[in-house]
């Protein structure tokens, strides 16, 4: 029988995260790399007492980042586990009260895209005598809810430990969700402010190396022979690459079975770098932002193999771009519920060990010569209409005589290193994005489009700074979504970490005006203007300067106005040995990389507005392009 040491629960819960490891292939990874936190009343005492004494005994064994937002502390953490594969996290401590509600935010982001994060958020005291605590939340019609229950629904694995004998029981299922490849996410433990400071006799056993196997698993061999026998069967596969080969490891493996067997491939935003652009099987992003190459073969694909893909409306063009009236789906997903989508057969298994079951079961089938030369003149093409796209003298300047996103994205793929990253998530930046740029190396495209979460940008360039610190990692972001959460600019400087940050002012929320002007709706609401109180100066520009705001944040700050300019600030932002910012004004209403496929947002079904009369026409023929996929 093993001894006891006396530890409070926060110092129990340090010690213990500084003992899990995952490993996968023979290779071991510590599971949690550190702490964002932000301290309060709620955790100063518990969790901030322990990280201080883990810093003081154990230098370097569990470091903690001060941030300046939680949400963005959540933000960080999901691009550090999705750089990382998912094979390594961060954990989050905050106070109780609204240093807990900004995490909601953030976790569901993370379990939206299966991103293992772990959130410890402080709680209310168990004892409850001095209840209400500051920034309690009071339910006369139950006692034991707490704003944390907020967290119930986003998250993968959720936890209250009201006493301390609950903890290993919570850590140990924490473990296990993080480190489960089919249902990771926000992973949340609840901590009452009382009893994180609380001490216990624990059994020594609990702080013993842990290492958590992430494993390969293999496909059920029936289910392999039948989707192979559909495959082959096929004249026209064509597959659908999602985040789950990149969370696999899976690029080389996909490009040797592509290669094998002739099946030309798409990319969700998840998945795109799972091919690098210039593989002669790449035909780009798929669905509703796809280029013409993978949008054309996606349309005629008799069957479309999904490879660790959820399938989302922007894949699937709301279920109207997989137009043969026989299409089949077969579905490697190492999630159950995703593999059976679109009634495909489940092929249920990690994307690398799956994609070496089928590529064996088919035993050297290929496509037609005449199915890969299909391919390559789909490729051809597209690359005629993206050199149009990206051509500076095709692209107007509209009638503010700014240059366009479109242009300034295309210099960026120019410019930066093979194995840099450039970090988005929300605007018409990421459509762009998924669209024309080709990404040379697997985790150089860094795009968060599951949430899709204004604000993400700066934070999660951090995280992926922090994940591997040798690369250049260039936030590209809008103004609405750098006014939504730019606070984790100040922690990277206070950190010594460079980033590159790419700030795109257009005045407002320029994607949701294209959009709002599709439905009918005249770009109400969008633009950042004087509203009708300002009197004379209603409907004139916002005299507010965000270069002088990034500078306040601690950046340096290169100014562009034109193409050319934009591309020496751009070059001088790489080579500078800081956090450098360059800021560009570009025109919301030039030419961006057009239309993919059909997205599906409602329509006002009656209206006096005859803008919203004729959207409300186009919106019910295209919804006859749907199917049900049954």
Request: glycine content about 10%; cysteine-free; charged content about 20%.
């Amino acid at each position: 029988m093993t001894g006891t040491v006396r530890l409070t629960v926060g110092q129990a819960v340090v010690r213990f995260l500084g003992a899990q490891h995952t490993v996968r292939d023979g290779v071991e990874h510590r599971l949690i790399e550190g702490f964002f936190g932000i301290f309060g009343h709620g955790n100063v005492a518990g969790l901030g007492q322990a990280l201080l004494q883990s810093d003081i005994d154990e230098p370097g064994r569990m470091p903690y980042w001060l941030a300046r937002n939680e949400q963005g502390a959540v933000h960080a953490a999901a691009a550090f586990a999705k750089h990382r594969n998912r094979l390594s996290t961060l954990a989050v401590t905050t106070s109780i009260g609204p240093g807990a509600t900004n995490m909601v935010t953030g976790a569901a982001l993370a379990t939206v895209n299966r991103i293992p994060v772990l959130l410890l958020p402080a709680d209310v005291f168990a004892s409850r005598h001095p209840d209400p605590v500051l920034q309690q939340l009071e339910r006369q019609d139950a006692r034991d809810v707490t704003v944390n229950d907020a967290f119930r629904p986003v998250s993968a694995f959720f936890d209250r430990v009201w006493r301390p004998e609950q903890l290993p029981a919570a850590l140990l299922g924490a473990m296990e969700a993080l480190t489960d490849p089919a249902r990771t996410g926000a992973v949340t433990i609840a901590l009452p402010q009382d009893v994180q400071a609380e001490a216990h006799d624990w059994p020594e056993e609990l702080f013993g190396t842990r290492v958590w196997r992430i494993p390969r698993l293999r496909p059920d061999e029936d289910a392999v022979a039948d989707a192979a026998a559909i495959i082959a069967a096929a004249e026209r596969p064509f597959i659908v690459a999602g985040g789950g080969v990149h969370y696999s490891g899976a690029e080389e493996a996909l490009a040797s079975f592509a290669e094998r067997h002739g099946i030309p491939v798409g990319q969700t935003q998840a998945g795109k770098g799972a091919l690098p652009g210039e593989h002669p099987l790449d035909v780009g992003g798929v669905g509703a932002t796809g280029t013409t190459a993978a949008n054309t073969l996606a349309a005629a694909a008799d069957v479309v193999i999904g490879i660790g893909t959820r399938y989302s409306d922007f894949t699937t063009a709301s279920r109207s771009l997989f137009a043969d009236p026989g299409v089949r789906f077969v579905n490697l997903n190492v999630g159950s519920a995703d593999a059976v989508k679109l009634a495909g057969l489940a092929v249920t298994g990690d994307a690398r060990a799956g994609i070496a079951a089928l590529s064996d079961a088919l035993n050297g089938h290929s496509t037609a010569p005449s199915y890969r030369a299909a391919v390559a003149a789909a490729r051809a093409d597209w690359a005629v209409t993206r050199g149009r796209l990206l051509d500076l003298d095709w692209l107007h300047r509209g009638e503010t005589g700014r240059t366009s996103q479109v242009e300034l994205l295309g210099i960026l793929n120019e410019e930066i290193g093979e194995r840099d990253v450039v970090v988005n998530a929300a605007g018409s930046a990421p459509g762009d994005l998924h669209k024309l740029f080709e990404p040379r190396s697997a985790k150089q495209y860094h795009v968060e489009y599951g949430f899709s979460t204004m604000g993400y940008e700066i934070a999660g360039a951090l995280g992926v700074k922090l994940a591997e610190p040798g690369i250049q990692v260039v936030a590209v972001v809008g103004d609405g979504s750098y006014l939504m959460l730019a606070q984790e600019l100040v922690t990277a400087v206070a950190e010594g970490l460079k980033l590159v940050v790419v700030l795109i002012d257009n005045d407002g929320f320029a994607s949701i005006g294209n959009l709002s002007e599709s439905v009918g709706s005249q770009r109400f609401g969008t633009r950042y203007r004087f509203g009708a109180a300002a009197g004379p100066a209603a409907g004139g520009a916002l005299p507010v300067d965000l270069a002088l705001n990034l500078e306040s944040l601690g950046a340096d700050v290169l100014r562009a106005s034109t193409p050319t300019e934009f591309r020496d600030a751009l070059r001088r932002a790489l080579d500078a040995e800081t956090t450098t910012a360059v800021y560009i004004q570009t025109d919301p209403l030039a030419p961006g990389s057009g239309d993919g496929a059909w997205w599906e947002v409602p329509v006002a079904e009656v209206s006096t507005l005859d803008s919203t009369q004729r959207a409300r026409t186009a919106y019910e023929a295209d919804r006859r392009a749907q199917r049900p996929y049954l």
